[in-house]
């Protein structure tokens, strides 16, 4: 293992660091999606990473299963995009203002 | 050699992932997402998990990332018409995600000093095989049930009804929408009752 | 079966019954709800019979505990049954004549829509009412107690939508609160004093007790007793209590619940003989009431209202056979009284039930032809209550008159009195019934009609224990063993050993029945010429009347000064503090509560204003936050 650790845990922060901040920045929420898939990379990135290390293989086989739950949402919140587009002719987020009291 | 690729790979996924962010047009987002997806794949084989790094890019690149595309164009959003958040909110936003940098990387920072160890390698699927299909083959068959779900859980939602999720007046709180699609689809119905 | 199961499967029986015909309600058939009704009586009066002849052949005291109910500290209750002679009796008469009125009920509530709700109060009636007499601690008894209180408020408002039957439920409730508070305090008294409920812990220890102390508890008892047994001054309720449907004023109002108090004060013998005192007011409060009571049913022209006022009347009189300490006559009586008085509340209903409904005797008369089953029992029922031997009330009531002879002629004469005037009213009543000509509207004379079967069986099952119920306590003096008094006696033994007897000559005694059945056939006279001879009729309402008969028609007005000294008084201050405290203090407090809350939550509720941006926002911000707090921790 001749890459430091702490490279990776640098560069899975910054990419996860630039998920949420697209998560802030953006009214769009296809790409919102897209950021919070960004995030859970970081996150893989770094539990395979320090699997490698530490010659652990659970690692890794948490990262198979982060994937199957990806896939999972990514379809049903897809499919919830589609019907919300239909309802509102938009996929922007601040129309979405009736989650209130 | 390792080292520069390393260099290499994150360049790319780092410039990659703030052009998803700044890019306007929504395809161009997802294009760059597919960059940093490939670029952690080579990440993954940097780190000697060549299973993970195929399946990452069948799963996300062949498959999440189609479908992302697939669904801008279905709903033809693919021009930078979207309207921005105030230069408020957006500073906000920016500070907010570099107190967490800063956070998460303190947080980690401890951790890095964790001794490494040497062994068979743990990336092959002849490996992981075994590990999955001892220990986690429980979740592994969960798992499938969830996909499963997943699956009729789409089928039901794409197909609700319209009326069924109705109120459409107390949503679009601006008029500007255009409700001819929808009648539309109502005409579409009538007929395909009286067809029935 | 075992004895213990027997005695649960007692109570319990008609509980089931309660509970299976409330909760389907009015999906059930009539016939079967009733069918199910009667049956859960008629069990526990076999489970009754067999527990008394259990008794008979010489057992003991028989116990079954169920639960233990409440532990705390050193205070344990548990849900207990005792049956000995005294409450074995009780369970013969409550089981016995209440499946009786059971039967009664199907005939008499046949019609009614909410028939079945009528048959499951009346299981749930029965069941408090044997807890009460079965409970072998206060707590049970007190259970029991409070139940059959509340039974009598749902079945005396059982028509609920006419509001006089509210107010008179309401009435009987409130007034048997105020006798509850006594007994409650007594309760308390009692657990402070001996530090246990149960009897078998209380009685034995008694002697031990400083006689203020037991003053005090039995005083408070006996509060409860006036409550429930409707004495002076708590007796007003009872009247107004007709309002019910007549097998309820039957059951409830005659033979059982109003017993509870002489019940109670039986159960407790050795505490009153332990205090004279308390033996002395409860001798004095019986002598009022049996007086006061018996004159103005002289008065009443509704024929429950007069059988009303004899039941007063004669619970007063089993309250003097307490007061002297001859708690055996009292509770001889009270079983006599139960026959007889069911009896007539029965044969009354009968009447009514002819009549569609018509309860006033001025409109009756004559009507022996027409009815003559219910003639004939409702005849036995006067002549046992007052007392022409050989019917039941003759010998419980000379039993009690002879022992309150011998301990203060004086209570023997005012006893004598409300006697006399008892067999004044009672034929008064049976001849403006039964005899002379009829004065009802010919329409209704068409309609008359005997009732139906179920009906008059009981009816004549309630005569022949009328006729025959005396002979369990026929005295030494006319040559029997006095059955009863023998059977009773181990609950009363230790009060007779303490009870100072005076013994009458069997002289003195003949003398005294000869003169009391003398004098109840002149009165009987009496009441014949006035009202069939002379054919006299009751004035009609607003005609003009003497001011004494003027005084008793209107029931000496305790009603109106109950209401001007106690009700009205309690107006004001409930007024006063309304204005005051409640108005200007409280609801100021509440208002201020709510608004400031109502303000508070305007100024947050901002937080939450359905923008999903800006819920992630936040979501982030926690993030940080947990994260950060995590790590520097």
Redesign the interface.
């Known amino acids: 293992m001749n890459i430091p650790i702490e490279y990776y845990i640098w560069l899975s922060t910054v990419l996860f660091s630039i998920g949420v901040l697209g998560v802030l920045y953006r009214r769009n929420a296809i790409i919102i999606f897209a950021c919070i898939e960004l995030m859970l990379n970081a996150v893989n990135l770094l539990m395979v990473a320090f699997s490698a290390k530490l010659n652990d293989s659970n690692g890794q086989v948490f990262v198979f299963f982060i994937m199957a739950v990806a896939a999972a949402e990514v379809a049903v919140g897809l499919a919830i995009l589609v019907m919300m587009y239909r309802k509102t002719k938009s996929v922007d987020i601040d129309i979405l203002n009736r989650l209130r009291g | 050699m ?2 520069y690729l ?1 260099y290499f790979l ?1 360049f790319v ?2 410039f990659s ?2 052009l ?2 700044f890019s306007k047009n ?1 395809v161009y ?2 294009l760059y ?1 597919i960059i ?2 490939f670029a ?1 794949a080579g ?2 084989i ?4 060549q ?2 790094a195929a ?2 890019v069948i ?2 690149a062949g ?2 990332m189609v ?2 595309l697939y ?2 164009m ?2 033809n ?1 693919n021009q930078d018409s ?4 105030s230069s408020l ?2 500073i ?3 500070i ?6 800063v ?7 401890g ?2 000093s ?1 001794p ?4 068979v390698n ?2 092959y699927v002849k ?2 095989g075994n ?2 299909f001892n ?2 083959l429980l ?1 592994f068959e969960i ?1 499938s049930i ?2 499963l ?3 009729v ?2 089928v039901m ?2 197909k ?1 009804d ?1 009326k069924t ?1 109705d109120s ?1 007046q ?5 008029s500007t ?2 409700n001819r ?2 009648t539309m689809d109502k005409v579409n119905e009538k007929e395909l009752t009286i067809n029935k | 079966m075992s004895t213990g199961a027997m005695i649960c499967l007692i109570p319990l029986l008609p509980l089931f019954g309660f509970v299976l015909i409330s909760l389907t309600g009015k999906r059930l058939v009539k016939g079967f709800a009733a069918l199910i009704a009667c049956a859960s009586v008629l069990v526990a009066f076999a489970f009754a019979v067999a527990l008394f002849v259990k008794l008979l052949k010489g057992s003991g005291p028989l116990t079954a505990t169920m639960f233990q109910w409440i532990s705390a500290g050193n205070f344990s209750a548990s849900i207990s049954f005792l049956v000995d002679p005294l409450s074995s009796l009780m369970l013969l008469v409550i089981t016995g004549v209440g499946f009786l009125i059971h039967v009664y009920s199907i005939g008499y509530m046949h019609d009614d829509e909410a028939f079945n709700r009528f048959m499951s109060y009346l299981n749930l009636f029965v069941f408090f009412m044997l807890l009460l007499v079965m409970g072998s601690n206060y707590l049970v008894m007190f259970v029991g107690w409070e139940g059959v209180g509340l039974c009598s408020y749902l079945l005396i408002g059982f028509w609920f939508k006419n509001q006089d039957y509210n107010d008179a439920a309401n009435k009987a409730f409130i007034m048997n609160r105020i006798g509850d508070l006594g007994l409650l305090v007594g309760m308390i008294l009692i657990f402070i004093t001996f530090g246990s409920l149960n009897y078998a812990d209380v009685l034995p220890k008694a002697e031990a007790i400083g006689t203020p102390v037991l003053t005090l508890i039995t005083i408070l008892l006996f509060i409860g007793a006036m409550g429930k047994s409707a004495q002076i001054p708590l007796y007003t309720w009872l009247p107004d209590a007709m309002a019910g449907p007549t097998p309820v004023s039957a059951l409830i109002h005659a033979a059982t619940m109003v017993t509870a108090g002489v019940y109670m004060v039986a159960r407790n013998n050795i505490l009153y003989t332990l205090s004279p005192i308390a033996m002395q007011l409860v001798l004095v409060i019986g002598l009022a009431t049996a007086l006061f009571a018996a004159t103005i049913a002289l008065a009443q022209n509704d024929i429950k209202k007069v059988l009303a006022y004899s039941t007063v009347s004669q619970l007063g009189l089993m309250f003097v056979a307490l007061g002297v300490g001859a708690y055996a006559s009292g509770i001889f009586h009270m079983v006599t009284h139960a026959f007889f008085k069911a009896l007539l509340f029965l044969g009354a209903g009968s009447v009514i039930h002819a009549m569609h409904h018509e309860q006033d005797i001025r409109k009756m008369g004559g009507l022996r032809k027409y009815i003559p089953l219910t003639y004939f029992t409702f005849l036995v029922g006067v002549l046992a209550i007052a007392g022409i031997p050989p019917f039941a009330g003759f010998f419980s009531k000379d039993e009690i008159l002879a022992n309150a002879f011998r301990q203060n002629p004086v209570a023997w004469g005012i006893a004598v009195l409300a006697s006399l005037l008892t067999a004044f009213y009672m034929f008064r009543l049976l001849f403006l019934t039964f005899f002379g000509k009829t004065r009802a509207s010919e329409d209704t004379i068409h309609h008359i009609h005997e009732s139906p079967k179920s009906m008059t069986i009981p009816l004549i099952f309630l005569a022949i224990l009328s006729l025959g119920g005396g002979f369990m306590g026929v005295p030494e003096l006319l040559g029997g063993g006095n059955w009863i008094s023998g059977f009773l006696s181990p609950v009363f033994a230790r009060s007779t050993e303490l009870h100072v007897e005076h013994h009458l000559s069997h002289t003195t005694e003949f003398a005294l029945m000869g003169i009391i059945v003398v004098f109840t056939l002149v009165m009987i006279g009496l009441a014949y010429r006035r009202y069939v001879a002379k054919a006299h009729v009751p004035a009609a309402e607003g005609a003009p009347l003497t001011p004494a008969h003027k005084t008793i028609y209107n029931k000496y007005y305790v009603d109106e000064i109950y209401d001007a000294v106690i009700v009205k008084p309690l107006y004001w201050i409930s007024k006063l503090f309304d204005i005051v405290i409640e108005r200007s203090g409280i609801d100021r407090l509440v208002n201020l509560i709510g608004d400031s809350l109502n303000d508070w939550s305007g100024i947050f509720r901002r937080i939450q204003n359905g923008h999903l941006g800006y819920y992630i926002f936040v979501m982030v911000l926690g993030v940080i936050l947990i994260v950060a707090f995590s790590y520097t921790r």
């Open positions: 390792t080292l390393f994150s996924a780092i992932a703030l998803v962010v929504p987002s997802v997402l940093t997806f952690i990440h993954y940097l780190l000697n998990a299973f993970l399946v990452h799963v996300y498959a999440i479908l992302f669904v801008i279905l709903l959003l979207e309207p921005h958040k909110a957006k906000a936003a920016v907010c995600a570099g107190t967490m940098m956070i998460i990387i303190g947080t980690l920072r951790s890095a964790l490494a160890k040497d062994g743990i990336g490996e992981l590990v999955l220990e986690f979740p798992s969830l996909l779900a997943a699956m859980g789409v939602v794409g609700m319209h999720v459409p107390s949503v679009n709180g601006n929408l255009d699609p929808s």
